[in-house]
């Protein structure tokens, strides 16, 4: 049996446009153009959940998907662990970071776990700093 590598991730996305979007129980959400990253856990296994993100024949269940649909993943940032780590990088996110309220926290505290930034180099240096890794950007 293969070991599962668990832990939290961060999906690095651009969206190209400004977009209205309707998010689940969140509502119209209107999100400008640029960079975003969301923050969230993989307990069941890392490679699976973003596997899954980056298929485009997927059920839409979270609040990410809906985003999904208009942004696209350019990399994913990965901390591997055995317990949750996603709401202490979303709040470290949010001291630098525009988040995007009551976005993918609905099982938490948090105010977000998804942020904006108009610089994608600013978004990956704060990752890159919060000791996430990555492998190649996602093409």
């Not at 985003?67 to 949750?84: D, P, Q, R, T």
């Not at 001291?95 to 600013?122: A, I, M, T, W």
């Amino acid at each position: 049996m293969a070991l599962r590598k668990t832990g939290t991730y961060v999906l690095l996305m651009e969206l190209p446009v400004p977009q209205q979007i309707y998010v689940g129980s969140v509502g119209l959400i209107s999100f400008p153009a640029g960079f975003y990253a969301y923050t969230g856990s993989a307990m069941g296994g890392l490679k699976a959940r973003i596997a899954r993100y980056l298929r485009h024949d997927k059920k839409i269940r979270w609040h990410i998907d809906f985003l999904l649909v208009h942004a696209s993943i350019k990399e994913v940032f990965c901390w591997e662990s055995a317990i949750k780590m996603e709401c202490a990088i979303a709040r470290a996110l949010n001291n630098e970071f525009k988040p995007v309220l009551h976005f993918g926290c609905s099982d938490c505290r948090c105010p977000s776990h998804l942020h904006y930034s108009q610089s994608e180099s600013k978004l990956k240096n704060a990752l890159f700093r919060l000791g996430g890794t990555t492998g190649r950007p996602v093409t």
